[in-house]
């Protein structure tokens, strides 16, 4: 209900019967209403003309009273406006429409449509732009029927159309997606502006009908720059890149003057299409015009920048802007350029400056949103690093970000591939709002956690609860599987996705189908599934497949993959090292150098094995054979005291994994410092007893 204090009995009276109506039709929300408010409005200006009126007694002549009332609304000081409206003895359609206009634009519908109640009721006939305005409203309630009502009003009552309010009409049709009848109504204008033909191309782009939107933008006889923006962003949103670019080269090739959203548009543009080149020239462009320092210009060129992975050239971007954040600290533009560069470094895997830039933001007292939060969990989760993602997670409850199911997502993921499968669940249970986000999110960690069976039933309440399961949320149902050995379930899972869902299999869904069977030693049906389903042409296929010959010790179906594989990817370091290891094991030397040989004369170069550690705030990294460490005397001591102890209780090492024609002894001794041993020994002696070791590896 609303303050009597600012609200006239009377229409406090006629709102609360009003929303009493149409409270199943409308889900009011009182934050319409935030124009309310304990504390004193400022009076206008002019407020001594309003005195100087009551004195005079001239505030009795209505064209003064609507002068007034026009200046309150204005200045959208809406408490005297509506004080000022109540105590006018005489009002006519002019005061109306600036009472209706004026609540229309703050937003509040609600009461608009109330108001536009009273004027009927006065018996006050409403002009052409009293109208538009009640539409206008209606759009944004998407109230169909109560439009339709106005409609008919309008047409009962002889009103006269302009193009304005047709314009109205037509955007309130296409806003409520009765798409029939404005495609009528569009049909029918006799007029037909600018604003006319943006509003039914609007219309064709927000129902993906890109091919009838680009027609009615050439049917257009003078096209302006809104037009021009409106069609390039509407293509490009639809996923017609290339459709878009052609016609913002159109655009200047006939001379339409660009504006700062057109250059914004561009950049976002050449980001989805990563045109380093295109992106330089338009650059340059905005530099040669001065319109660089526009605040949406200078976050899509950083944007861009990131999207290409030029990071160097997106953070001289950045840095010529953090001079002017100095002077207006906390700004809009500042959260959301430095939310760009965080998003750009987390992109391009530059994990430890997105940390610093991120840190440097909280030291800075700078406001973080969500999507810069998302991000950093998400950098998190990739590096393994769970003391900053725990601090992140304090963060998000200090700063009062309600945990989502988005964002709780990202706090799942980020527990899970640190290791903590416990406090995801604990996420998990704690969001009420569950959507087929968090729930794939849950599925999904609990497969990296090898509990299929856990898995699976998460994926089964998941049906029961009537949450329409995803491509996403199928690919970790199948992961789970395969790791589990659930062939059977796995299978039915496939079945399902395909046959009751709809969904058509992607690379994932089927390099986890290969996965499934080739984990449970079925190499002939995996070779069958590839055969039925033709997915000849997948890499990952293969890969998957290769793998599964390699941890079955197939020689001879290894080969065959192998040389399927090599022929799609040439120059791919994978297909020759899994080859090369199972010659190894079964000690065929020459064929191992031969592929080794092979990779050299190709340029064929192998990405090397990395494993890190976090311990307090330092990350450390260890490669195979490491000796750059500081203290890599005391890791080689304690490595070899472990296995010693480890030889003791039984422990031997398999000399045949080592990819080279060496002595066993020397096998052993390769394998006993890889890159994870190294990371083990070094937590053991900087760590306390009993301290959980997380250890994170690049492959």
Same mark, same amino acid.
């Given at each position: 209900?609303?303050?009597?204090?600012?609200?006239?009995?009377?229409?406090?009276?006629?709102?609360?019967?009003?929303?009493?109506?149409?409270?199943?039709?409308?889900?009011?929300?009182?934050?319409?209403?935030?124009?309310?408010?304990?504390?004193?409005?400022?009076?206008?200006?002019?407020?001594?003309?309003?005195?100087?009126?009551?004195?005079?007694?001239?505030?009795?002549?209505?064209?003064?009273?609507?002068?007034?009332?026009?200046?309150?609304?204005?200045?959208?000081?809406?408490?005297?406006?509506?004080?000022?409206?109540?105590?006018?003895?005489?009002?006519?359609?002019?005061?109306?429409?600036?009472?209706?206009?004026?609540?229309?634009?703050?937003?509040?519908?609600?009461?608009?449509?109330?108001?536009?109640?009273?004027?009927?009721?006065?018996?006050?006939?409403?002009?052409?732009?009293?109208?538009?305005?009640?539409?206008?409203?209606?759009?944004?309630?998407?109230?169909?029927?109560?439009?339709?009502?106005?409609?008919?009003?309008?047409?009962?009552?002889?009103?006269?159309?302009?193009?304005?309010?047709?314009?109205?009409?037509?955007?309130?049709?296409?806003?409520?997606?009765?798409?029939?009848?404005?495609?009528?109504?569009?049909?029918?204008?006799?007029?037909?502006?600018?604003?006319?033909?943006?509003?039914?191309?609007?219309?064709?782009?927000?129902?993906?009908?890109?091919?009838?939107?680009?027609?009615?933008?050439?049917?257009?006889?003078?096209?302006?720059?809104?037009?021009?923006?409106?069609? #390039?962003?509407?293509?490009?949103?639809?996923?017609?890149?290339?459709?878009?670019?052609?016609?913002?080269?159109?655009?200047?090739?006939?001379?339409?003057?660009?504006?700062?959203?057109?250059?914004?548009?561009?950049?976002?543009?050449?980001?989805?299409?990563?045109?380093?080149?295109?992106?330089?020239?338009?650059?340059?462009?905005?530099?040669?015009?001065?319109?660089?320092?526009?605040?949406?210009?200078?976050?899509?060129? #950083? $944007?861009?920048?990131?999207?290409?992975?030029?990071?160097?050239?997106?953070?001289?971007?950045?840095?010529?802007?953090?001079? $002017?954040?100095?002077?207006?600290?906390?700004?809009?533009?500042?959260?959301?350029?430095?939310?760009?560069?965080?998003?750009?470094?987390?992109?391009?895997?530059?994990?430890?400056?997105?940390?610093?830039?991120?840190?440097?933001?909280?030291?800075?007292?700078?406001?973080?949103?969500?999507?810069?939060?998302?991000?950093?969990?998400?950098?998190?989760?990739?590096?393994?690093?769970?003391?900053?993602?725990?601090?992140?997670?304090?963060?998000?409850?200090?700063?009062?970000?309600?945990?989502?199911?988005?964002?709780?997502?990202?706090?799942?993921?980020?527990?899970?591939?640190?290791?903590?499968?416990?406090?995801?669940?604990?996420?998990?249970?704690?969001?009420?709002?569950?959507?087929?986000?968090?729930?794939?999110?849950?599925?999904?960690?609990?497969?990296?956690?090898?509990?299929?069976?856990?898995?699976?039933?998460?994926?089964?309440?998941?049906?029961?609860?009537?949450?329409?399961?995803?491509?996403?949320?199928?690919?970790?149902?199948?992961?789970?599987?395969?790791?589990?050995?659930?062939?059977?379930?796995?299978?039915?899972?496939?079945?399902?996705?395909?046959?009751?869902?709809?969904?058509?299999?992607?690379?994932?869904?089927?390099?986890?189908?290969?996965?499934?069977?080739?984990?449970?030693?079925?190499?002939?049906?995996?070779?069958?599934?590839?055969?039925?389903?033709?997915?000849?042409?997948?890499?990952?296929?293969?890969?998957?497949?290769?793998?599964?010959?390699?941890?079955?010790?197939?020689?001879?179906?290894?080969?065959?993959?192998?040389?399927?594989?090599?022929?799609?990817?040439?120059?791919?370091?994978?297909?020759?090292?899994?080859?090369?290891?199972?010659?190894?094991?079964?000690?065929?030397?020459?064929?191992?150098?031969?592929?080794?040989?092979?990779?050299?004369?190709?340029?064929?170069?192998?990405?090397?094995?990395?494993?890190?550690?976090?311990?307090?705030?330092?990350?450390?990294?260890?490669?195979?054979?490491?000796?750059?460490?500081?203290?890599?005397?005391? #890791?080689?001591?304690?490595?070899?005291?472990?296995?010693?102890?480890?030889?003791?209780?039984?422990?031997?090492?398999?000399?045949?994994?080592?990819?080279? $024609?060496?002595?066993?002894?020397?096998?052993?001794?390769?394998?006993?410092?890889?890159?994870?041993?190294?990371?083990?020994?070094?937590?053991?002696?900087?760590?306390?007893?009993?301290?959980?070791?997380?250890?994170?590896?690049?492959?």
């Amino acid at each position: 209900m609303f303050p009597t204090y600012l609200t006239p009995k009377k229409h406090l009276k006629n709102a609360t019967i009003f929303l009493f109506v149409f409270k199943k039709i409308v889900p009011y929300s009182f934050n319409q209403c935030k124009f309310y408010s304990n504390q004193s409005l400022p009076l206008p200006t002019d407020n001594s003309r309003h005195a100087k009126a009551i004195k005079d007694g001239s505030v009795q002549n209505l064209n003064v009273a609507n002068h007034l009332l026009n200046v309150y609304g204005r200045s959208k000081n809406l408490s005297h406006a509506l004080k000022l409206f109540d105590e006018m003895s005489h009002r006519d359609v002019r005061t109306w429409t600036i009472i209706v206009s004026t609540f229309a634009r703050v937003g509040s519908n609600m009461i608009v449509l109330e108001l536009f109640n009273d004027m009927q009721n006065e018996g006050v006939k409403p002009n052409q732009f009293t109208l538009s305005s009640v539409l206008k409203c209606c759009s944004s309630l998407s109230e169909l029927r109560i439009g339709k009502g106005v409609h008919g009003w309008i047409l009962r009552n002889g009103v006269a159309f302009d193009v304005v309010l047709e314009n109205a009409l037509l955007d309130f049709y296409v806003k409520c997606e009765d798409f029939g009848s404005a495609k009528w109504l569009f049909e029918l204008m006799g007029e037909r502006t600018s604003v006319t033909w943006n509003i039914m191309i609007g219309a064709h782009l927000n129902t993906g009908d890109v091919d009838k939107a680009v027609d009615l933008f050439r049917r257009l006889s003078f096209k302006d720059v809104a037009g021009w923006n409106t069609i #390039i962003n509407g293509v490009m949103r639809n996923g017609f890149e290339r459709i878009a670019l052609k016609l913002l080269f159109e655009m200047v090739k006939g001379g339409t003057l660009l504006n700062e959203v057109t250059f914004s548009i561009a950049l976002v543009l050449v980001s989805s299409l990563i045109d380093l080149e295109l992106g330089k020239q338009i650059h340059g462009r905005v530099l040669r015009l001065g319109i660089h320092v526009d605040g949406f210009i200078r976050n899509s060129l #950083i $944007d861009m920048y990131c999207k290409c992975g030029k990071m160097e050239l997106a953070s001289k971007v950045f840095e010529k802007m953090d001079m $002017d954040f100095r002077r207006e600290e906390n700004s809009i533009e500042e959260i959301i350029s430095r939310s760009s560069i965080i998003s750009g470094l987390i992109l391009n895997c530059e994990f430890e400056d997105a940390f610093k830039t991120f840190t440097s933001m909280i030291h800075k007292e700078i406001e973080v949103d969500r999507f810069t939060v998302t991000g950093i969990l998400s950098a998190c989760a990739n590096c393994g690093v769970l003391q900053l993602g725990q601090q992140v997670h304090a963060l998000i409850q200090k700063i009062g970000h309600k945990v989502d199911a988005y964002l709780g997502s990202s706090l799942i993921d980020m527990y899970a591939k640190c290791g903590n499968l416990g406090d995801a669940q604990m996420i998990f249970k704690q969001t009420n709002d569950k959507n087929v986000v968090l729930w794939t999110s849950m599925i999904s960690s609990c497969a990296l956690h090898g509990q299929g069976r856990e898995a699976v039933q998460l994926f089964e309440f998941l049906t029961s609860e009537g949450i329409m399961p995803n491509e996403v949320t199928f690919i970790a149902v199948l992961t789970a599987c395969s790791h589990a050995g659930l062939v059977e379930e796995g299978c039915r899972y496939f079945r399902l996705m395909k046959e009751v869902y709809g969904i058509k299999p992607g690379v994932e869904h089927f390099t986890c189908m290969v996965d499934l069977y080739g984990r449970a030693g079925q190499l002939s049906e995996t070779k069958k599934f590839i055969d039925e389903n033709g997915i000849y042409h997948m890499s990952a296929v293969w890969r998957s497949f290769l793998s599964s010959c390699l941890l079955h010790r197939n020689v001879e179906m290894a080969e065959w993959v192998s040389e399927k594989l090599l022929r799609l990817e040439p120059l791919d370091a994978g297909p020759y090292v899994l080859l090369s290891n199972i010659c190894a094991t079964k000690q065929r030397w020459e064929e191992a150098t031969e592929l080794r040989s092979l990779m050299q004369s190709r340029g064929v170069k192998k990405h090397p094995g990395q494993s890190w550690i976090q311990i307090k705030d330092q990350v450390h990294t260890f490669v195979m054979g490491d000796r750059s460490h500081p203290q890599k005397d005391e #890791i080689y001591a304690y490595l070899d005291k472990l296995i010693g102890r480890l030889r003791e209780i039984g422990y031997s090492f398999d000399a045949k994994l080592v990819m080279q $024609d060496v002595e066993e002894e020397q096998g052993k001794m390769l394998l006993g410092f890889h890159s994870e041993k190294f990371a083990t020994a070094y937590s053991i002696i900087s760590t306390t007893s009993q301290t959980p070791i997380r250890i994170m590896k690049n492959l």
